[in-house]
């Protein structure tokens, strides 16, 4: 169900009763939600966001969860960015609540504008790291999902025996992902907390640094090679290799030797499942996308 600017200035009113909307606009927010920024007579501004699926709204609820515990980590300089502060929330009649919160910090970062000339790539790479950093104890009493190594592991040998029986994917990238998959050293990684959704519409950027972390609703205790596999194949090699040095060197304990191999693994990995979400959902400009970009692949390694 969708919501107009006015109904969303309407929720915020009854939301925020000690103030008054003055002026509303539409804004995009990522996802499935309708969105609105609500400005008062005292100046101030707010944004509301409303899910219109209910796929939205479980992702809403355990993202609302988990954002008083970020909060705390960024008051102590735990997280160096800002997370989405909850100033009030009312029901919805369909499911899910319309959550009021502060504007936040920065604009999405562009990936194809990361140089190695700016501060920028090692930043995002400390930010994450951050991340990984938290007490994984944070997720695991919110009830959020948390897998071991062996956990992880399964997954993916699941995942590339069904791709795989499709008969779809090139030979030569099923051997080389079997291959990884056999290789037990590059499994044997500590679970950290992850985003679990890192994507450009969320990562936002001020002044030459990440200023604000958004959608966290798919966060997880995983394996962080899933944090920096979509970053690392977005980007070049010398600025994936800057990322990648700012990110160990933040890390607490001892540097995950396997993390860029794991990393590479899953972005190339990523593109088989794009091909099962295709054929699942029957999509064939999906699948045709998934099928070129995986013949690319094949092409460029073999």
């Known amino acids: 169900m969708s919501r107009s600017p006015l109904s969303l200035a309407a929720i915020a009113s009854a939301a925020l009763p000690d103030r008054k909307a003055t002026a509303v606009r539409e804004v995009d927010l990522p996802g499935e939600f309708d969105g609105a920024e609500v400005t008062f007579a005292d100046q101030s ?9 209910v796929a939205a709204s479980v992702n809403q609820e355990a993202e609302l969860n988990l954002l008083a515990d970020l909060a705390h980590h960024t008051e ?3 997280l160096p960015f800002q997370v989405p502060n909850i100033l009030g929330s009312l029901p919805l009649e369909s499911g899910g609540h319309a ?21 920028l790539a090692a930043n995002v790479g400390r930010a994450i790291a951050s991340i990984h950093d938290l007490p994984a104890a944070t997720l695991e009493r919110l009830g959020f999902p948390s897998y071991s190594a062996d956990d992880y592991h399964g997954r993916h040998r699941n995942e590339l025996e069904e791709v795989a029986a499709t008969g779809m994917v090139p030979p030569v990238l099923v051997d080389r992902w079997r291959a990884a998959l056999n290789d037990g ?3 044997q990684f500590t679970p950290a907390v992850l985003h679990g959704d890192l994507a450009e519409e969320y990562l936002l950027v001020d002044q ?12 997880r205790v995983a ?11 977005a980007v ?3 600025v994936g290799e800057t990322l990648l040095m700012a990110y160990q060197a933040n890390r607490s304990g001892p540097v995950d030797p396997y993390l860029l ?23 064939p400009e999906v699948v045709a996308d998934a099928t070129a970009m995986l013949s690319e692949l094949a092409a460029a390694v073999s």
Do not use: C, H, Y
């Open 261 to 283: 191999n794991r990393a590479m693994f899953l972005g190339e990995l990523a593109l088989a499942r794009w091909l099962q979400f295709g054929l699942r959902e029957q999509l």
């Open 208 to 219: 030459g640094q990440v200023a604000s972390i958004s959608g966290w609703g798919n966060a």
């Open 185 to 187: 050293k590059m499994w």
């Open 76 to 78: 102590t300089g735990q």
């Open 236 to 238: 070049n090699d010398d």
């Open 99 to 119: 959550v009021v919160t502060t504007p936040l910090a920065g604009t999405p970062i562009m990936l194809d504008a990361l140089t190695t000339r700016t501060p």
């Open 45 to 53: 501004r707010v944004i509301v966001q409303a899910p219109r699926t």
């Open 223 to 233: 394996d962080p090679a899933d944090d920096l596999a979509w970053l690392l194949a």
